[in-house]
């Protein structure tokens, strides 16, 4: 018996491992929705047995930003907030760590897109400090998305409620130091040279879009990233 009470730390490890393994080779950042919902099943299936785990915690963030965007709008809003909330427990449990910051900023700026211009001004300053978070402490984290989040928000955004399209700018080119391949980014940078009249330097951007190789593991929205340059490119 006592031998079995000391062993049962050692299973809960390895059982929390074998949990964030098996999401990890379902999860697919949107390529196959089925497999992103059993991730999602099996990371809700852990929250609720292991207590809060960071790593459980972050992934379930994730996972329900995905699931989100893959989903009805009806059903859309549901996920948004419980990839919020999971994030939000993930940055208690680990405030210094990059992965539950970005979670809990990409899924403020879900709620935000659904719940209208009023409730969307009421987070903007909410998906900033978190996006500003990770650009602290890890700035590479998911191909520097960080910037690309903090770029979309300048540009996006009038100038007289905090929007800059130089900033936008200039967000977009440190993050491209970053993650030189990175086509979201290749794409948003284009657009904010349209903006402040930089139109070849717009071009430059659209057309490394269209003769880069997409990332199988991100093959459907790099194939609709190219597919918009494309028709950017055509306008111009």
């Known amino acids: ?13 390895i059982s929390k491992t074998s949990t964030i393994q098996q ?16 991730a999602l099943e099996l990371l809700e299936q852990a929250s609720r047995s292991e207590n809060g785990q960071y790593q459980i915690l972050w992934r379930l963030a994730r996972a329900n930003y995905y699931v989100a965007e893959e ?13 919020t909330t999971a994030a939000q427990q993930a940055v208690a449990l680990e405030p210094r760590a990059a992965e539950g910051h970005f ?9 935000a897109e659904l719940k209208g211009m009023f409730n969307a001004l009421r987070l903007i300053g909410k998906i900033r400090a978190e996006m500003e978070t990770v650009v602290r402490l890890n700035p590479g984290y998911e191909e520097a998305r960080a910037y690309l989040a903090l770029g979309e928000l300048d540009r ?14 200039s967000y977009c080119e440190q993050g ?19 903006e402040v009249g930089r139109r070849e330097e717009a071009r430059r951007q659209l057309q490394e879009i269209g003769s880069a ?3 199988p593991l991100r093959a459907g929205s790099e194939r609709g990233v190219k597919e918009e340059a494309s028709q950017l490119l055509g306008k111009m």
């Open 213 to 215: 190789t997409v990332n």
């Open 103 to 111: 979670w809990l900023g990409a899924n403020y700026g879900g709620v």
């Open 71 to 83: 989903t009805a709008k009806a059903q859309k809003l549901s996920y948004y907030e419980r990839g």
């Open 1 to 13: 018996m006592i031998a079995l009470l000391l062993c049962a730390p050692l299973f809960d490890q």
């Open 23 to 38: 999401s990890d080779r379902l999860f697919s950042y949107g390529e196959d929705p089925a497999r992103d919902r059993q």
């Open 156 to 169: 996006q955004l009038p100038r007289l409620i905090g929007g800059s399209t130089a900033r936008a700018v």
């Open 176 to 194: 491209l130091k970053l993650a030189p391949r990175n086509l979201e980014l290749k794409l948003s940078l284009a657009r904010a040279y349209l």
